[in-house]
């Protein structure tokens, strides 16, 4: 079962609530009795391995100057970064 976090906006409060999908969010703070909201935190996401570039998912399109010049380019911003 997930935890859910809820805050108050009243009083500012904060909670968690282990509960199943199917069940109803929670209405009100225990401690006010105001209306709470549910808190969204974002998914953390690790890209592991030698690196990720815009060049590593692009479908070919058979032109190979195109792709010669972005990845000329992108290697001097990556050194530029580096400086």
């Not at 409060?13 to 549910?38: I, L, N």
């Not at 969204?40 to 190979?64: C, E, M, Q, V």
């Not at 195109?66 to 990556?78: F, Q």
Request: aromatic letters at 8%.
């Amino acid at each position: 079962m997930p935890i859910y976090e809820y805050a108050c906006g009243t009083c500012g409060h904060t909670f968690e609530r282990k509960q199943r999908f199917s069940d109803e969010p929670v209405s009100e703070c225990p401690e006010c009795g105001a209306q709470v909201r549910r808190v969204l935190h974002p998914a953390g996401i690790i890209f592991k391995g030698s690196g990720w570039y815009i060049t590593d998912s692009r479908k070919s399109n058979g032109s190979s100057s195109t792709s010669d010049s972005e990845s000329t380019s992108s290697a001097k911003e990556t050194s530029a970064a580096a400086d």
